[in-house]
């Protein structure tokens, strides 16, 4: 086998010999970069952006597209074949499963060389948060413009049009959800309204539905409580908390197929005039409302904060971070690729926290995609009123702006493109608290590592599935302290211990 | 005319019992259920496709269309990536049963022979192969090896022989009388010229059937393309249609009428994905029974 | 002696020459494709590390193949794929021969054409978009099953979350896809039957089901019994691309299979070498099933796979 494989590539490298004698001179390096590529933001060969990155750098870039809907299958396959391209693009908690794969970045980023990355990483706040176990940074993050990112928003018009005060605590949103339940605000004379329902996002069904546990002062999983890292999940807290949501779902208040309800389903559940309340990015608040565009219905959405639960917390905990690890644009630079390529991949990266880099990665090309009018950046018609009818976001997107390589954001895009309500309740998430703390993005030694592959992806399994088991009801929540007990008994104190020595060195 | 029928037909000069009848209509309401059963899902596909969004949600659409228009239709047609996705399954399709019916046969052919010394070993080497595998990650690695990835080749080469499909048509190969094979070497021909010109024109049936088995693997087969593809301008068709059907995005912002349209557009992208198998069969299926047959390897 | 018997092979070797040659290139795909992939399985015993590559991962032994020995879900993985494929074997196999002996009856052959056509039909629509009609016609506000459970004055089902239903409905959506396109190498076999047998037992006065029952069940017999050995190879294989497409938190209980936990943990958790060890697990039992049905055939019955 290796033999023949000697003589195909003695045969491939003879017949492209005379290809790249003539090729040789002068040719620019060439670095491969993999990341995630789906019709309404595609990431491939030939974008806008990445043609004029390549102009402006003087560097080739080659782009290996992976399918959205099947990302984790292809970056688990991209690791186990040990090909890795010049630049990865994924969660960074994936990422560092690898650590060995990318590239220490702590000398290479300073002052002279990569001033722009310098400017946001040489602040130790930030950087700890790109940190690897051994203190070293591995891979580049998104820096994002805001912070509230997922809000609560309802139907406005139903709780005037039923004259009921705005909820304040996670009881008084019950009794609202009850009055909505049987008050018949769409007015068809049947019990069809559904007071809280969520779309499907990504592989976590019920994702959309656990923020209500953050208001008992607990997230679904890890979570640091005066420098102590628990487990929310077999927290006490979590009890009350599944009690009130089984509640809900038990008196059909809450969606009863949240667990299949995939986006268009969803969408029509709002059309129907069903829906009163939801948790989603804040975009959706405009998409939404965009649903009832045209007609002449008095549909009137708006943002709405966290209901206080028992003890008076409002908070909401997944929010956006400074810097996003758990999305999939952070970029760790293969460790095995050449200097050239290495050296080409930092300064694209520098190019990218620049402000021309910034701007074209947001904006697009002056005169084409934006205009700047009075000192501010406006879309332009392309963007705004597309001539094939997308959106302005998909719009953008098919140039490859506000995409994959979108590693700086800017306030300014995120602004011009919502609605004012949008603004409205983003303000009010961010300025009256009501963004709880976020447990950050560890990065585990490779032994606390395999105590967690062996112990909490089992547990993992068995939380998920009693969790949508108590909330449905199919299993009673006087199994709690059974479950909390067997969780126990799978070694929730090892991985605990874990992620404690994990999270000291990260707060050091 | 199956023989059951010729000696039904035979016999039903003697006589034509009552059970007989009551069977024969209890026989053809069964058959009749169960075409229904099978085609409704079908057909509701069809009707969906051409439905209004809000009554496929509603649940208005059964068997016909509901306020038809052929929207969804245009908006799949304008998918860029669509067509090139279908170029490439029909590529991918085409070539991939040829080489997979090159090498079934040859590999058919020669282990059906006796002359041929050792082929019991090396049919049982082969079947081997049905009940113990390498698994899915040193698969991926050998390709990977071979330097196969991101080629036409990680789709064609890894599955060019379905082991059970050669033994079927093994087993085939051996209900040749073996005379007329003797007959063929006597007037001077070599084991190809027995295969092509006298073996092959007998085999019409199994070829198109075992062709057909290749050929809907290739069609419906998805995963090759997501172990080994990295560029869009290779996938097949299955990967478009499970990002129309399957796709959840994270962060998102599509526009309203797009997002109301979402639904009709993945029936219409599941009519247009599964068509062209649905109007080719038929012409086939007159060659299935005849062409399959299963037996013992020992021989 | 010796070298007369020698010479001999080699004259018998060197008849079959073009054989050979024809059978050469499938031999190169299948120590390409399917043995040097065995090779591949070390990595069970080994802790890999792709940038190590294999010789320089470590050894570990039987360190996964225990872990997993060790692991609460051993038992169910293993019920749940060994139930599904029970379901599989007693409710669709059987399914298949009924169909195949119905359709033998049929006297119209237009109508016999038709129905054939008909129930192959399934068998070409590929599996993501079976799996999402399921959902679909399964969804309790909008499916047209429960559409049908409320006119008929019942509660609506949310079928896909009850673990008591996976089963069932994993297993009928397989029937209504492959029923047609497996009976076809049953009504291959029942053609191939001596029709004077049927004529042999109609002189005797048997009616159909006799007929059924003494000429066409024996005469495919054969047929059978290779078929259930090759399909006992799989007992441990399940369709997981399609279960995967069914799955969720409520219904794991009866849902996760072997193949889907394999995907999970190895494919998208990374655990490669885990993986492996459980893959190999699989492929173990199921190998060993083989061996044991056939050596049962072979001495209970004449047939046998090899």
Not at chain 1, 21 to 33: G, N, Q, S, Y
Not at chain 1, 124 to 133: G, H, L, Q, T, Y
Not at chain 2, 57 to 71: A, Q, S
Not at chain 3, 247 to 261: P, R
Request: aromatic share 12%; charged share 20%; proline share 4%.
């Amino acid at each position: 086998m290796k033999q023949l494989n000697r003589i195909l590539a003695l045969i491939l490298v003879l017949s492209l010999l005379p290809l790249s004698m003539t090729a040789l001179a002068d040719e620019p390096v060439t670095i491969t970069i993999w990341g995630s590529d789906r019709e309404n933001m595609p990431f491939r060969n030939g974008l806008m952006t990445i043609e004029l990155l390549k102009e402006r750098l003087g560097i080739n870039i080659e782009i290996l597209s992976a399918p959205t809907e099947s990302l984790a299958e292809k970056y688990g396959l991209l690791m186990a074949g040990g090909d890795i391209p010049t630049i990865v693009q994924y969660k960074a908690k994936d990422l560092l499963l690898y650590k060995d794969a990318w590239q220490p970045l702590n000398d290479l980023i300073n002052e002279t060389d990569t001033p722009n990355l310098w400017k946001v990483y040489g602040d130790p706040e930030i950087r700890r948060k790109v940190s690897d176990a051994d203190g070293n940074m591995r891979f580049i993050g998104q820096r994002t413009a805001i912070t509230a990112g997922k809000l609560f928003f309802w139907r406005q018009d139903w709780l005037d049009k039923l004259n009921l005060e705005t909820p304040r605590t996670v009881e008084d949103l019950y009794n609202v959800f009850v009055a909505i339940r049987d008050g018949d605000p769409n007015g068809n004379g049947e019990k069809d309204e559904i007071p809280f329902s969520v779309r499907k996002n990504g592989s976590n069904n019920r994702g959309n539905v656990m923020p209500f546990v953050h208001n008992w002062g607990i997230a679904e999983t890890f979570f640091a409580e005066d420098g102590q890292v628990r487990f929310g999940a077999t927290d006490p807290r979590m009890k009350e908390a599944l009690e009130w949501l089984h509640r809900c779902y038990a008196e059909k208040l809450l969606d009863p197929e949240y667990l299949t309800r995939d986006k268009t389903a969803w969408y029509s559940e709002w059309t129907n005039n069903q829906v009163f309340m939801s948790y989603d990015w804040s975009a959706y608040i405009d998409n939404v409302s965009n649903l009832f565009k045209g007609t002449d219905s008095d549909v009137h959405i708006v943002g709405a904060v966290p209901p206080e639960g028992p003890t008076g917390i409002s908070e909401t905990r997944d929010q956006l971070q400074p810097i996003t690890v758990d999305e999939d644009w952070n970029a760790g630079i293969f460790v095995g690729a050449s200097a050239e390529q290495k050296a080409a991949a930092l300064k694209l990266f520098d190019y990218l926290y620049s402000e021309e880099g910034m701007i074209l990665l947001n904006f697009g090309v002056e005169g084409e995609h934006y205009n700047v009018v009075d000192g501010q950046f406006v879309y332009s018609d392309l963007i705004m009123n597309n001539p094939d009818g997308l959106s302005p976001q998909d719009a953008l997107r098919t140039f490859g702006i506000q995409s994959m390589l979108t590693l700086l954001q800017d306030a300014r895009y995120e602004r011009a493109f919502v609605s004012d309500e949008v603004n409205r309740i983003r303000d009010i998430y961010e300025q009256e608290g009501h963004i709880g703390e976020a447990f950050p993005t560890l990065a585990f030694t490779n032994d606390e590592q395999s105590v967690i592959n062996e112990k909490y992806t089992e547990i993992e399994t068995y939380v998920n599935e009693m969790i949508d088991k108590f909330i449905m009801g199919v299993e009673p929540l006087e199994g709690f302290d059974a479950f909390a007990a067997q969780v126990e008994k799978m070694g929730l104190q090892e991985v605990l211990a874990a992620y404690q020595a994990a999270y000291d060195r990260y707060m050091k | 005319m199956s023989v059951t029928e010729a000696a039904v037909r035979r016999s039903n000069r003697i006589r034509v019992s009552r059970g007989r009848k009551l069977f024969l209509a209890f026989n053809t309401a069964v058959l009749l259920l169960l075409c229904a059963a099978m085609l409704y899902p079908v057909l509701f596909v069809l009707a969906a496709s051409f439905s209004e969004e809000t009554a496929i949600l509603k649940g208005e659409v059964t068997l016909l269309p509901v306020r038809v228009h052929i929207r969804a239709y245009e908006k799949v047609f304008h998918y860029p990536l669509l067509w090139k996705s279908y170029a490439n399954t029909l590529l991918y399709t085409g070539l991939g049963t040829a080489i997979n019916l090159v090498l079934t046969v040859f590999g058919a052919w020669s282990l059906s022979q006796k002359k041929m010394v050792g082929r019991r070993f090396l049919t049982l080497m082969c079947t081997f192969t049905m009940f113990f595998n390498g698994g899915m990650i040193p698969t991926f690695l050998v390709v990977k090896e071979l330097k196969l990835l991101n080629t036409l080749w990680a789709i064609l080469l890894p599955g060019a022989v379905s082991t059970y499909n050669m033994i079927l048509m093994r087993t085939f190969f051996m209900a040749i009388p073996q005379s007329l094979v003797e007959a063929a070497e006597l007037d001077g021909c070599n084991d190809f010229g027995v295969l092509f010109r006298i073996v092959l024109p007998l085999s019409l049936a199994s070829l198109m059937t075992i062709g057909m088995f290749y050929a809907v693997a290739h069609w419906n087969s998805y995963f090759s393309a997501v172990l080994y593809l990295n560029r869009p301008e290779l996938y097949p068709l299955q990967i478009i249609l499970r990002q129309v059907v399957l796709m959840n995005e994270i962060v998102e912002n599509a526009s309203s009428t797009e997002n109301v349209m979402a639904e009709g557009i993945k029936y219409a992208t599941i009519v247009v994905a599964m068509l062209p198998m649905l109007c080719v069969y038929p012409f086939v299926q007159r060659y299935f029974v005849k062409g399959v047959m299963v037996g013992s390897v020992k021989e | 002696m010796a070298g007369k018997r020698g010479a001999r092979l080699l004259r018998r070797v060197w008849s079959g020459r073009y054989l050979y040659l024809m059978f050469l290139p499938v031999f190169v795909y299948y120590m390409l494709f399917r043995y040097a992939p065995m090779v591949g399985l070390v990595i069970a015993f080994k802790d890999f590390n792709a940038f190590l590559g294999f010789s320089r991962s470590p050894w570990v032994g039987f360190k996964f193949f225990s872990q997993f020995f060790r692991s609460i879900y051993l038992w169910r993985l293993v019920r749940n794929t060994l139930l599904i494929n029970l379901y599989d074997l007693v409710f669709n196999f059987p399914a298949a021969i009924v169909l195949a002996l119905l359709l033998n009856e049929v006297q119209n052959r237009r109508f016999k054409k038709t129905a054939q056509t008909i129930t192959y039909l399934p068998y070409f629509v590929s599996s993501v978009v079976i799996a999402s009609m399921v959902v679909q016609f399964l969804s309790p506000s909008s499916g047209i099953v429960n559409h049908l459970i409320a006119s008929l004055g019942g509660e609506r089902q949310y079928f896909l979350t009850q673990p008591g239903a996976f089963r069932p409905i994993f297993t009928l959506m397989n029937l209504w896809k492959n029923i047609g396109w497996n009976s076809i190498i049953f009504l291959a076999a029942i053609s191939g039957i001596n029709g004077e047998l049927y004529e042999a037992c109609m002189i005797d006065g048997g009616g159909y089901l006799r007929r059924m029952w003494h000429v066409t069940l024996p005469g495919i017999a054969g047929t059978v019994v290779v078929l259930v050995i090759m399909r006992l190879g799989h007992v441990m294989d399940a369709g997981y691309e399609t279960i995967l497409l069914l799955q969720n938190n409520a219904n794991l209980e009866t849902s996760d299979v072997i193949g889907t936990y394999v995907y999970r943990r190895g494919l998208r958790g990374g655990e490669y070498s885990y993986a492996t060890a459980v893959g190999m697990f699989q492929s173990v039992i199921g190998f060993a099933m083989v061996i044991l049905a056939n050596f049962l055939s072979r001495r209970y019955s004449e047939t046998s796979l090899w």
